[in-house]
């Protein structure tokens, strides 16, 4: 599906009693310069008017449409599930003929080139190979509840690698864009267990297609407390909440850690499809878990890697102590 020589992108909106923030960033989406456009919003189980402000506007774009450009809105009301699992549903009901799919939260503002930077960008990569499941994700504008400038998001050092992929999620769900091979990819392997969406997407392109990060921000990521997940701008604030972050996501001693759980699901969902170099990164690191042995074995060669040095170390230290 088509509007002129542009092909069809599906926003995918997650909403939540968004009420208060839903209007700005609707009109941004509306306002972008890419051509053709439909949203697909599903509401997690509101109970304020975020489903009557989406209706409103679904309707609006019915009767004004805009010259030269197609906007549309559909609205799914669902239950109250978590934004995470909210976000994977829409996936498996977005648009089967769209040419490419984003990833949008209710309260952020995107500045008008965010979907033609990022189609443009996967697109001259899937002209070496049409096939390839290709994502986009780029760094972030921080503002605070008024939208004012906090500051910018942290460029990863490392860049994006399935090695980084099975320990750290470095894409921001809300500059994601992906391309249809990559939605294909994720309905044909639906997970039960993975701890987010764009982690998900993000594991899964980096193991079969490209991941694509942009050092540009074309996003207003607006941080507050209502948050699902959010970054701080002040660096002490910021420090505390990866620590406290990564020990409840490594877990502790006899309990199930959650990061391994999810590269578990990954491994028995797609390993006849891994080829060699990722499927021995993911026994490597399973195995290790094994012995004293194994442990300090990966704690000096693994290949799995964190893109902050600090967080890297604590890992592999955490490892060896078996407190992980």
Same mark, same amino acid.
């Given at each position: $599906?088509?509007?002129?020589?542009?092909?069809? /992108?599906?926003?995918?909106?997650?909403?939540?009693?968004?009420?208060?923030?839903?209007? +700005?960033?609707?009109?941004?989406?509306?306002?972008?310069?890419?051509?053709?456009?439909?949203?697909?919003?599903?509401?997690?189980?509101?109970?304020?008017?975020?489903?009557?402000?989406?209706?409103?506007?679904?309707?609006?774009?019915?009767?004004? +449409?805009?010259?030269?450009?197609?906007?549309?809105?559909?609205?799914?009301?669902?239950?109250?599930?978590?934004?995470?699992?909210?976000?994977?549903?829409?996936?498996?009901?977005?648009?089967?003929?769209?040419?490419?799919?984003?990833?949008?939260?209710?309260?952020?503002?995107?500045?008008?080139?965010? $979907?033609?930077?990022? !189609?443009?960008?996967?697109?001259?990569?899937?002209?070496?190979?049409?096939?390839?499941?290709?994502?986009?994700?780029?760094? *972030?504008?921080?503002?605070?509840?008024?939208?004012?400038?906090? %500051?910018?998001?942290? !460029? +990863?050092?490392?860049?994006?690698?399935?090695?980084?992929?099975?320990?750290?999620? #470095?894409?921001?769900?809300?500059?994601?864009?992906?391309?249809?091979?990559?939605?294909?990819? #994720?309905?044909?392997?639906?997970?039960?267990?993975?701890?987010?969406?764009?982690?998900?997407?993000?594991?899964? *392109?980096?193991?079969?297609?490209?991941?694509?990060?942009? +050092?540009?921000?074309? !996003?207003?990521?607006?941080?507050?407390?209502?948050?699902?997940?959010?970054?701080?701008?002040?660096?002490?604030?910021?420090?505390?909440?990866? #620590?406290?972050?990564? @020990?409840?996501?490594?877990?502790?001693?006899?309990?199930?850690?959650?990061? #391994?759980?999810? /590269?578990?699901?990954?491994?028995?969902?797609?390993?006849?499809?891994?080829?060699?170099?990722?499927? %021995?990164? !993911?026994?490597?690191? @399973?195995?290790?878990?094994?012995? @004293?042995?194994?442990?300090?074995?990966?704690?000096?060669?693994?290949?799995?890697?964190?893109?902050?040095?600090?967080?890297?170390?604590?890992?592999?230290? @955490?490892?060896?102590?078996?407190?992980?």
């Amino acid at each position: $599906m088509t509007a002129g020589n542009e092909a069809l /992108v599906n926003i995918l909106l997650s909403t939540y009693n968004g009420t208060k923030y839903l209007v +700005p960033q609707l009109d941004s989406l509306i306002a972008q310069d890419y051509a053709a456009i439909h949203i697909t919003a599903r509401d997690d189980g509101s109970t304020d008017q975020s489903c009557k402000l989406l209706e409103d506007y679904s309707l609006k774009l019915k009767m004004q +449409p805009m010259v030269g450009r197609k906007r549309s809105l559909q609205l799914i009301k669902g239950e109250n599930i978590g934004a995470a699992q909210s976000f994977m549903q829409l996936i498996h009901d977005a648009l089967p003929d769209a040419g490419y799919y984003a990833f949008c939260d209710q309260d952020d503002v995107w500045l008008p080139d965010k $979907m033609s930077v990022a !189609i443009r960008v996967i697109q001259e990569r899937e002209r070496q190979n049409a096939d390839c499941p290709i994502m986009y994700c780029s760094r *972030v504008t921080l503002a605070d509840e008024d939208l004012h400038y906090l %500051g910018e998001s942290k !460029i +990863p050092q490392r860049g994006p690698a399935f090695a980084n992929a099975l320990l750290e999620n #470095i894409a921001y769900g809300c500059t994601v864009v992906f391309n249809q091979a990559a939605k294909k990819r #994720i309905v044909d392997q639906r997970p039960t267990f993975f701890l987010w969406h764009d982690w998900w997407l993000y594991l899964v *392109v980096s193991a079969f297609g490209q991941v694509i990060y942009d +050092p540009v921000s074309r !996003i207003f990521y607006r941080q507050h407390g209502a948050n699902s997940v959010g970054s701080e701008a002040n660096p002490w604030t910021n420090w505390r909440r990866r #620590i406290r972050q990564f @020990l409840h996501r490594m877990g502790r001693r006899g309990q199930k850690n959650e990061v #391994i759980r999810q /590269v578990e699901e990954f491994y028995q969902l797609h390993y006849a499809d891994l080829i060699e170099k990722n499927a %021995g990164e !993911i026994s490597f690191l @399973l195995q290790s878990r094994c012995s @004293l042995a194994q442990r300090l074995r990966y704690a000096y060669n693994g290949t799995a890697f964190r893109q902050d040095r600090f967080d890297d170390g604590l890992f592999r230290l @955490l490892l060896f102590l078996n407190l992980i």
